[in-house]
């Protein structure tokens, strides 16, 4: 996995890259239960709120984690 990822060349380990992937779902998962609250209020409907945050998650950890 230290090849794969390239861990030394970035310095870096694989327990700053679990921290840093533990603190990204903790924050999405925040974001996942506020968002639709929040926007609910505006008169959208919570569950497409929540469908379309979560896809919109979904899509920018996956680009973040193959591309960055």
Known sequence: ???FFK???RNTSYKQETLAGV???LSI???LVVNPLILSQA??????VFTATA???IIGT???G???
Not at 43 to 48: N, R
């Open 1 to 3: 996995m230290r090849n």
């Open 7 to 9: 861990f030394t060349e």
């Open 23 to 25: 603190t990204t779902f």
């Open 29 to 31: 998962a925040y974001i």
């Open 43 to 48: 008169g959208m409907d919570s569950g497409a």
């Open 55 to 57: 896809l919109t998650a």
């Open 62 to 64: 996956l680009l973040i």
């Open 66 to 68: 193959l591309l960055a």
